[in-house]
């Protein structure tokens, strides 16, 4: 008896770990599964202990929602980001989006978040799909915290025009890049607000700001 009860748990568990995977893999190219991947390592504080990154998918009942999970050893504790749903903002509608599993550059982690494939509506900008977001980290050694150092963009419009912006959240720069055919304007700015960015700052307000600079610029 004990065996046939072992074998049928068994066999659910297999079970849910495909359903999971199928859903995954249905809305996006990554194969990322927070049951069975392995966090990256890095040394990303100031000792020479690894650190680990992972991305985990959060409890949610209609969408799909990440949070960036970073162990700093020189803490002995866990950082857990939000990976902000920006799709109302260019959709006019709540969706799924996807991300990246952490990419490692150095002692920088940055995130790719893809909002493709999902059905848009125009809104007061003129965004439509294929909206990609990258948000880069790194640990202040300074003030013992994660900073977020630099968030970039890029979409087209409704007459095929690309835009790219990035910001760096370092000094307060951001820059906007527009293409059409062969033709390319680049405009620029600066604000304070912008400038030293922690993680615990990291929400939807301060996007929400960061996101109207960059509609001003066009």
Not at 140 to 165: F, P
Not at 169 to 174: A, H, M, P, R
Not at 189 to 208: C, F, K, R
Request: glycine share 4%; with cysteine; charged share 25%.
């Amino acid at each position: 008896m004990k065996r046939i009860l072992s074998l049928v748990i068994f066999a659910l568990t297999i079970n849910i770990s495909c359903q999971k995977k199928e859903v995954i893999h249905n809305m996006t190219e990554s194969t990322i599964d927070s049951l069975v991947e392995k966090p990256k390592l890095l040394y990303f504080d100031d000792d020479n202990i690894e650190d680990k990154a992972q991305i985990q998918e959060k409890n949610s009942t209609k969408f799909l929602n990440f949070i960036l999970k970073i162990y700093l050893s020189s803490q002995s504790k866990t950082i857990e980001i939000p990976v902000l749903n920006n799709s109302i903002l260019y959709n006019n509608i709540k969706t799924d989006y996807y991300v990246s599993d952490p990419i490692i550059k150095g002692k920088i982690i940055e995130l790719s978040v893809d909002y493709a494939n999902q059905v848009t509506k125009k809104n007061i900008s003129g965004e439509k799909k294929n909206l990609i977001e990258k948000i880069k980290f790194r640990y202040d050694i300074y003030n013992k915290k994660i900073q977020v150092i630099g968030y970039d963009l890029s979409y087209t419009k409704d007459n095929n025009g690309t835009y790219t912006k990035s910001f760096n959240l370092i000094t307060g720069k951001y820059y906007s890049t527009y293409y059409l055919g062969d033709n390319k304007k680049r405009t620029s700015g600066w604000t304070s607000e912008l400038q030293n960015i922690y993680a615990e700052d990291w929400n939807q307000d301060l996007l929400n700001k960061i996101l109207l600079y960059g509609n001003e610029m066009e």
